[in-house]
């Protein structure tokens, strides 16, 4: 009895399914891209295979903790401190890494730095010619000759080398270029991209080498696509920044060998990425003193205290409704801590122009940035400059109550290393105290305004 065969439509770009051909993906949305497939249905009765038994597999080996050897798992060094930061000490053997960010954010500049740490490399490209990097890599006076460079937009020939060359690590930039025989689909749909991700990480699993992936951020804010690939990958990076700013914050959003907490902050110079050694300091270069309308606030980055400045400006509103923008700072919450200070402390806001920055391109995205966001705004309205070498942190409440925020004596430290005298924060316990620095407990954002300001 022969096989029944159900005819269905496939589309190539994103892999939906359908029963009936149409011109446009009712999914993705692409044109033209519904191809023919078939789906053979069959058992014993209708003479397709029969199905295994649960006699006709082997069992799986099993070990117990104590008896795993973790020599082959052992941490190698990148030579850049801050990713390494990031990646929880190093990279593992046999680890697939993505690499994410908005296009000319610097990532095939990390790649590429990443490079000079003595390790054999392989280095695939699929979207720059072999002179287009050997230009890059004089531009950014890298010398590494344990590099070498290849060409090449086919998974399979790729992964030919790999077994080949036994290298340390291998760079594909960017897996969008890089497509598969086996698999249906234009480079960088979702269907290449699983297939090629998923032939890298068995080559990678079963070789020991570590694989970069290099993906680029689309219009919708996702890597290499709608999240195809973060739940293939061992870890995934993040490269932010403003590309107007020279800061970059290197993130890890999934890290099954460490941390998530921890981030690398690098600068953008013509030699390419530079790390950072002290950020606060960064931040706070060019700082203007004796003007209204700034504060010091402390930031954690992971388990990184950072001192950034919040800059705000008040003016009359021309018109009937108050405008508020906010840049490194959720205006949604800005309206919040605007209501607050009208309503707790009496400031005329509701007829005036609220503007709020943060320097340096930071997101200020955590509770603790609170206080710093009412004392700018409140300095800006009173036109009052606050005390020099104060800074500020803590959690505003709806009915004014300042609120404690965790790692302070860390942020204390902080403060005290950047040369900052006074510190005006949440009631505090006495072993998150730090000798030599000026405490201010605040209960609420009237007895804030009226001591530091008024």
């Known amino acids: 009895m022969s096989t029944k065969t159900n005819l269905i439509f496939a589309c190539s770009h994103c892999g939906a399914q359908f029963t009936k051909w149409t011109g446009r993906c009712l999914e993705c949305g692409q044109w033209g891209t519904i191809v023919k497939s078939s789906s053979a249905k069959g058992g014993p009765a209708s003479g397709g295979k029969a199905t295994n038994s649960q006699d006709d597999y ?12 973790l020599i082959n798992a052992k941490r190698s ?23 994410g960010g908005e296009p000319g ?14 390790r ?5 490209s699929g979207e720059e010619s072999l002179e287009q990097i050997k230009l890059r890599a004089e531009r950014l006076q890298i010398k590494s000759p344990t590099l070498q460079l290849g060409s090449a937009t086919k998974v399979e020939n790729i992964i030919s080398t790999i077994n080949k060359n036994k290298p340390n690590l291998v760079i594909i930039d960017s897996i969008q270029t890089i497509s598969s025989d086996e698999a249906e689909g234009a480079p960088g749909s979702p269907t290449q991209i699983r297939a090629c991700t998923t032939k890298l990480m068995d080559c990678a699993k079963t070789s020991g080498v570590s694989v970069i992936l290099i993906g680029q951020v689309t219009k919708d804010g996702a890597v290499a696509g709608p999240k195809t690939l973060e739940h293939l990958v061992d870890t995934v ?48 270069s060019g700082r203007a003193e004796n003007v209204a309308g700034t504060a010091v606030t402390c930031l ?22 108050p405008q508020r923008r906010s840049s490194g700072f959720d205006l949604n919450r800005l309206q919040v801590l605007i209501g607050i200070l009208t309503k707790r402390v009496g400031l005329p806001l509701d ?18 940035a609170d206080l710093g966001v009412i004392l700018a705004i409140a300095s800006a309205t ?54 030599g620095l000026k405490i201010a407990p605040i209960k609420n954002v009237a007895e804030l305004v009226e001591k530091i300001i008024k």
């Open 105 to 118: 954010i610097g990532k095939s500049t990390l790649a590429l730095q990443l490079t000079q740490s003595g």
């Open 382 to 435: 009173q036109n009052k400059t606050l005390p020099v070498g104060l800074a500020a942190f803590g959690e505003v409440g709806l009915a004014g109550e300042v609120r404690g925020v965790n790692h302070t004596k860390k942020r204390l430290e902080e403060i005290k290393k950047l040369g900052f005298t006074y510190a005006a924060i949440p009631l505090l316990n006495d072993d998150e105290k730090v000798t």
């Open 77 to 99: 060094g990148t030579g850049i401190v801050e990713l390494d930061r990031v990646l929880g000490g190093g990279i593992v053997p046999g680890s697939i890494i993505l690499l």
């Open 300 to 321: 954690m980055e992971g388990s990184r205290a950072i001192l950034v400045e919040i800059q705000a400006l008040v003016t009359k509103t021309n018109f009937g409704y």
């Open 237 to 284: 990076l993040y490269l932010e920044g403003d590309r107007f700013h020279g800061f970059r914050i290197l993130r890890a959003v999934k890290n099954r060998f460490g941390s998530t907490d921890e981030v690398g902050i690098f600068t953008m110079k013509e030699t390419g990425l530079v790390e950072v050694k002290n950020p606060s300091q960064a931040f706070l």
């Open 58 to 69: 082997s069992t799986v080996e099993t070990k117990s903790l104590e008896k795993i050897d």
């Open 351 to 368: 007829s005036y122009d609220v503007f709020l920055n943060v320097v340096g391109g930071m997101e200020a995205d955590e509770p603790a």
């Open 120 to 124: 054999e490399t392989l280095y695939f």
